[in-house]
């Protein structure tokens, strides 16, 4: 006998006390069928607080320090090249081919972090950071598909973020082909489990967040308008999974938090102040790792994760395990203390390796740090000054995180939501090392 059918709406960086807000005040009538139930709650999200940490964690069912996913970046230890983390770096089987393994079937629609796809018998659309329909889809037919209904997988957030007129239009030609899309893969009902990701609403907070939570805010009502055509999508999922045949299952996650923006810190700007960093040349843009100098004792990658330049793990790396140990915990007191024009910057700076546990625990920073909100950590390379605003004005949050279970499950963090989704098929805890 099968389980339920069970349906995932993924709402990409929407805080638990935002979706509340806006509900309370009758702006997201949809959305508010379901967020003043007792199935909905905050739950917290996986460190770093990063999307494709996150959405990794719920669709492996796995925590960072078993998937391997850090950040959206990750530094060759031999090369000291930068590279974007894909779904090439996830270690382990996905949910998705859990489910096939039993004989079950699942279509993701704008799942982040799963492309380049592997063939699965599953139907996938990749999300960001994909760029390629090609290599973002299986079956592979479905790129033409996709392709004819003007399918995109991205807003140009690039534009966009100097030009709010813009990205709020790109945003709504985004909701439009998450919708033609939900349109094509929901209907033919060959599905046991259906995941639907909405980003858009990330999109927005990074660049918008402070019209979504200011009264007075310039571009409020515009901001509110989109958000009005997005709950109005999510009003068309749910009526969707109304009209399913029971016994079924909704989940609603958000993947982390998201809060004004006040200050970008930058990490490498107060390890070079330290005499920690050194750089060899003047880097050529802001991501340009290979500048660094052999003499580095520490250095840091977007947003909070500070690595040791050790001997074992790096090429170029000096310090012995006994010294990067006695770093550590001068970093952590150090780090916890700093301050701007008075405020504390650094909630909590953890050690890596009493956060991270399993089989590529090796691949994780040394230290992560978790900011006070409105202090968004950075580290980039070439910065003059450890301060400043680069365009953003919203930030991720490690807490406040949207969730809902129709089943009132106990899960979290994503990790356990997606341990929910593998119990839900009655599915064992999923081994590693794939």
Same mark, same amino acid.
């Given at each position: &006998?099968?389980?339920?059918? #069970?349906? $995932?709406?993924? #709402?990409?960086?929407?805080?638990?006390?935002?979706?509340?807000?806006?509900?309370?005040?009758?702006?997201?009538?949809?959305?508010?069928?379901?967020?003043?139930?007792?199935?909905?709650?905050?739950?917290?999200?996986?460190?770093p607080?990063?999307?494709?940490?996150?959405?990794?964690?719920?669709?492996?069912?796995?925590?960072?320090?078993?998937?391997?996913?850090?950040?959206?970046?990750?530094?060759?230890?031999?090369? =000291?090249?930068?590279?974007?983390?894909?779904?090439t770096?996830?270690?382990? /089987?996905?949910?998705?081919?859990?489910?096939?393994?039993?004989?079950?079937?699942?279509?993701?629609?704008?799942?982040?972090?799963?492309?380049?796809?592997?063939?699965?018998?599953?139907?996938?659309?990749?999300?960001?950071?994909?760029?390629?329909?090609?290599?973002?889809?299986?079956?592979?037919?479905?790129?033409?598909?996709?392709?004819?209904?003007? =399918?995109?997988?991205?807003?140009?957030?690039?534009?966009?973020?100097?030009?709010?007129?813009?990205?709020?239009?790109?945003?709504?030609?985004?909701?439009?082909?998450?919708?033609?899309?939900?349109?094509?893969?929901?209907?033919?009902?060959?599905?046991?489990?259906?995941?639907?990701?909405?980003?858009?609403?990330?999109?927005?907070?990074?660049?918008?967040?402070? /019209?979504?939570?200011?009264?007075?805010?310039?571009?409020?009502?515009?901001?509110?308008? %989109? &958000?009005?055509?997005?709950?109005?999508?999510?009003?068309?999922?749910?009526?969707?999974?109304?009209?399913?045949?029971?016994?079924? !299952?909704?989940?609603?996650?958000?993947?982390?938090?998201?809060?004004?923006?006040?200050?970008?810190?930058?990490?490498?700007?107060?390890?070079?102040?330290?005499?920690?960093?050194?750089?060899?040349r003047?880097?050529?843009?802001?991501?340009?790792?290979?500048?660094?100098?052999?003499?580095?004792? /520490?250095?840091?990658?977007?947003p909070?994760?500070i690595? #040791?330049?050790?001997?074992? !793990?790096?090429?170029?790396?000096?310090?012995? /395990?006994?010294?990067?140990?006695? #770093?550590?915990?001068?970093?952590?007191?150090?780090?916890?203390?700093?301050?701007?024009?008075?405020?504390?910057?650094?909630?909590?700076?953890?050690?890596?390796?009493e956060? =991270?546990?399993?089989?590529q625990?090796?691949?994780?920073?040394?230290?992560?740090?978790?900011?006070?909100?409105?202090?968004?950590?950075?580290?980039?390379?070439?910065?003059?000054? &450890?301060?400043?605003h680069?365009? !953003?004005?919203?930030?991720?949050?490690?807490?406040?995180? $949207?969730? =809902?279970?129709?089943?009132?499950?106990?899960?979290?963090?994503?990790?356990?939501?997606?341990?929910?989704?593998?119990?839900?098929?009655?599915?064992?805890?999923?081994? %590693?090392?794939?």
């Amino acid at each position: &006998m099968h389980a339920p059918l #069970l349906v $995932f709406l993924g #709402l990409d960086g929407l805080p638990w006390s935002l979706a509340q807000n806006l509900c309370a005040q009758g702006l997201l009538p949809n959305l508010a069928a379901v967020a003043g139930s007792p199935g909905c709650r905050a739950i917290r999200a996986e460190l770093p607080e990063l999307s494709p940490v996150n959405w990794t964690s719920l669709f492996t069912a796995s925590s960072p320090g078993e998937h391997g996913v850090f950040g959206f970046t990750r530094l060759d230890p031999q090369s =000291y090249e930068l590279q974007f983390t894909d779904f090439t770096h996830v270690h382990g /089987a996905t949910i998705f081919e859990r489910l096939a393994d039993k004989g079950l079937f699942a279509k993701a629609l704008n799942m982040p972090n799963l492309a380049p796809v592997r063939p699965m018998r599953a139907m996938l659309v990749a999300g960001f950071p994909a760029q390629d329909l090609r290599t973002s889809v299986h079956p592979p037919a479905l790129a033409g598909i996709l392709t004819d209904h003007e =399918y995109t997988i991205e807003a140009d957030t690039v534009r966009g973020a100097t030009d709010p007129g813009f990205l709020l239009e790109d945003l709504h030609r985004s909701l439009a082909c998450r919708e033609r899309a939900l349109d094509l893969l929901w209907p033919d009902m060959a599905w046991d489990a259906f995941f639907f990701v909405l980003t858009e609403t990330d999109r927005l907070g990074h660049f918008l967040f402070p /019209a979504l939570v200011e009264p007075y805010h310039p571009w409020r009502s515009e901001a509110l308008r %989109f &958000m009005a055509a997005w709950d109005r999508l999510i009003g068309k999922f749910f009526e969707r999974y109304h009209d399913l045949p029971g016994p079924k !299952r909704l989940l609603i996650m958000a993947d982390h938090g998201f809060t004004t923006l006040t200050q970008e810190v930058d990490l490498n700007a107060w390890l070079r102040d330290q005499g920690l960093l050194h750089l060899s040349r003047q880097p050529t843009s802001e991501w340009d790792t290979q500048a660094m100098a052999p003499s580095t004792r /520490a250095f840091a990658l977007d947003p909070g994760r500070i690595y #040791l330049h050790t001997k074992g !793990r790096f090429a170029h790396g000096g310090l012995s /395990a006994a010294e990067a140990d006695q #770093l550590g915990q001068n970093l952590v007191r150090a780090l916890s203390g700093l301050t701007h024009n008075g405020r504390k910057i650094i909630r909590h700076a953890h050690l890596g390796r009493e956060i =991270y546990h399993g089989s590529q625990a090796h691949l994780a920073p040394d230290l992560v740090l978790v900011p006070e909100p409105g202090f968004d950590l950075k580290g980039k390379f070439g910065r003059t000054g &450890m301060f400043g605003h680069f365009g !953003r004005q919203g930030m991720h949050t490690a807490d406040d995180v $949207f969730f =809902y279970d129709s089943m009132g499950s106990s899960a979290r963090t994503p990790t356990e939501v997606g341990q929910t989704i593998l119990d839900h098929f009655d599915i064992p805890a999923t081994t %590693f090392g794939a």
